[in-house]
């Protein structure tokens, strides 16, 4: 079991970059056998996946995000980053950072999610 912590800002302005921070511990993100993933929860669309860097640092995005969606990780903090750019007012949601165990199949652990809201 790992430990994931989001941390950002609350509130975007139209048109900007959002930028998110998941901390893990308990586990290496370069070691353990998960894809670090992030995912978003909006009234119209439930939980959206969003994309994940994979314990080998290979990069997976959702097709619809895939454009204005970049994940990376500074490994030296054991943290992995989301950026979403040109943001709109629907992308306002609650953002969640995941650990999805590649051999079981499953969202392992989920961070507690940070609402961001995208407004001018």
């Known amino acids: 079991q790992v430990q994931l912590q989001e941390s950002g800002p609350g509130l975007v302005k139209p048109s900007q970059t959002l930028s998110l921070t998941c901390t893990v511990s308990?586990?290496?993100?370069?070691?353990?056998?998960?894809?670090w993933s992030w995912i978003r929860q909006t009234p119209g669309k439930g939980l959206e996946r969003m994309g994940a860097i994979a314990y080998d640092g290979i990069t997976y995005y959702s097709p619809s995000l895939k454009s204005r969606t970049s994940i990376s990780r500074d490994t030296s903090k054991n943290q992995f980053i989301l950026q979403l750019s040109s943001v709109t007012p629907e992308d306002t949601a609650v953002y969640y950072c995941a650990a999805y165990a590649a051999n079981g199949r499953y969202y392992r652990d989920w961070g507690q999610g940070t609402r961001v809201t995208v407004s001018s």
């Open positions: 308990g586990g290496s993100i370069t070691t353990s056998a998960y894809y």
